[in-house]
């Protein structure tokens, strides 16, 4: 059998056809803390705190122990203020309701929070014109900085996804401040006829914001370089990197690639942005992968922690490289001239061999799966079918207990279109399974788990692709750069 997804085409093959169970990921918190049961992010980071706030490794720790919150908002916006007051408070001083939350500095672990709590002290600006503000908001963070905290902007405001017209709000803030090299988190106050969204109109309108303070908090703290928690990697043979490729769009048929690379540990290595090429569809040109892939591998050999992992002999490195759809065999090539190029510039290095499994991902909406056995009939996180020797189906987000009523989740499509090949770095179908379980979750954009379908690296590629288009980049080789800027 053979089944047609829009441009890719998979065979079923019959004789394949199996039920692969890969488990549940561990989140890890802390290096005392067992992996046996599931803990999910809110619950870890309360009893443990963020995984850099305690690990004895030097190389994991956290570099920073304090951060300085700067707020700013869009004047003559009352109800914007008031909420934004509250939400310092709750910021500081914790919060009860569904679950609760005791406060930035407490669950985060930092030795010191500045969070400013009177609206004398907040930065108010005119719409289109924060340019006026600018050289206000950079002292203050330069202050910060020379206190050896790090500073991150709040911007409260009325802009909102939905909307084109007050989208352009957060879109002129981010992109400023982080052509600047400072981290932003914006906070909406988005109001509609009979409804709004926004956890400044959750605040504004008395509901419970106890899941989203969290999930703020935790924003913040992938911003200014914080690790939440680790994911311990169950293949066979541990990969040294993850990268995922994604494309922002431009004019006239013209896109430019967009890769985000994560280490073993499922840090922020850094973010490689292709030169702009023309294209008629979404196929790279052999030349074009190859000059792509090469500078995406040597951002990451550059990198001290990749650098660290060859000191004792190690001279493998082991590459885990996603895209949606599959690879198409000239980007395949590409991709492999530039590994050869790349042994031989890397010979002053320990590194002499690199292996990469081509794993293509593909999101459409195609299949369920159900669990006939379970009450709920949600098939759990890590759940995997195996349609043919290369590709399964794979439950990545849904229920991650028997007795879940979670709404039903689209699973999602992987191959390695390489596996079984000397340079692959999987030597199974369910190591390539286990390896897309951890890597979704990794994504440290919410405390809820379960919910995201793609791999970390295809999500922040994506949204790195997405702030390109708007204008939004940090400065070249800046700290900000190796930070989740882009959530």
């Not at 890969?22 to 989140?27: D, L, M, N, R």
């Not at 803030?173 to 956890?199: D, F, N, V, W």
């Amino acid at each position: 059998m053979i089944v047609g997804l829009r441009t890719e085409v998979i065979r079923i093959q019959k004789a394949s056809l199996k039920l692969i169970d890969v488990g549940q990921p561990f989140y890890i918190f802390s290096d005392r803390q067992s992996t046996r049961k599931l803990i999910p992010p809110l619950k870890g980071i309360h009893i443990y705190g963020p995984y850099d706030s305690q690990t004895s490794s030097e190389t994991l720790k956290r570099k920073f122990k304090g951060i300085e919150i700067i707020v700013v908002y869009p004047k003559d916006e009352k109800m914007v203020e008031n909420a934004l007051l509250s939400l310092m408070e709750y910021m500081d001083d914790g919060y009860t309701g569904s679950v609760s939350f005791d406060g930035f500095q407490s669950e985060f672990r930092l030795e010191r929070v500045y969070i400013p709590r009177s609206s004398d002290e907040f930065i108010k600006y005119k719409v289109g014109n924060i340019s006026e503000n600018l050289e206000e908001i950079k002292v203050v963070s330069q202050e910060a900085f020379e206190r050896k905290n790090i500073p991150v902007i709040v911007i409260g405001g009325t802009a909102h996804k939905s909307s084109l017209k007050r989208r352009e709000q957060y879109i002129e803030a981010k992109r400023l401040l982080t052509k600047e090299g400072l981290p932003t988190q914006y906070a909406s106050y988005y109001e509609l006829e009979a409804e709004g969204y926004g956890i400044l109109y959750q605040i504004s309108h008395k509901r419970d914001v106890s899941y989203s303070l969290w999930n703020f908090s935790l924003n913040i703290y992938g911003k200014v370089g914080g690790l939440p928690w680790i994911i311990r990697q169950r293949t066979e043979q541990p990969l040294d990197i993850s990268i995922g490729i994604r494309f922002a769009r431009l004019s006239k048929g013209y896109v430019v690639g967009h890769a985000v690379i994560l280490d073993s540990f499922g840090r922020l290595i850094g973010t490689v942005t292709s030169r702009k090429y023309y294209t008629k569809g979404m196929k790279i040109s052999k030349k074009d992968m190859k000059e792509f892939f090469l500078k995406i591998l040597e951002t990451a050999v550059k990198d001290p922690r990749i650098a660290k992992i060859y000191e004792n002999g190690k001279n493998t490195l082991n590459v885990a490289l996603h895209r949606l759809n599959l690879f198409h065999p000239e980007e395949i090539l590409g991709v492999k001239e530039a590994v050869e190029d790349a042994k031989e510039s890397f010979k002053t290095s320990q590194i002499s061999e690199i292996k990469v499994g081509f794993i293509g991902i593909i999101q459409e909406q195609a299949f369920f799966l159900l669990d006939e056995s379970k009450e709920t009939k949600n098939a759990k996180v890590g759940t995997c079918v195996a349609i043919n020797d290369r590709t399964a189906i794979i439950s990545t987000a849904g229920s991650l207990e028997d007795r879940e009523r979670n709404e039903m989740i689209y699973p999602i499509i992987a191959c390695c279109q390489n596996l079984g090949e000397q340079d692959c770095p999987f030597s199974s179908l369910e190591d390539v399974c286990k390896h897309i379980v951890d890597q979704t979750a990794l994504h440290w954009q919410t405390i809820f788990p379960g919910l995201i379908r793609l791999p970390a690296t295809l999500e922040f590629a994506q949204d790195v692709a997405r702030a390109y288009a708007q204008g939004i980049n940090p400065p070249e080789n800046s700290w900000l750069e190796r930070t989740l800027w882009f959530i």
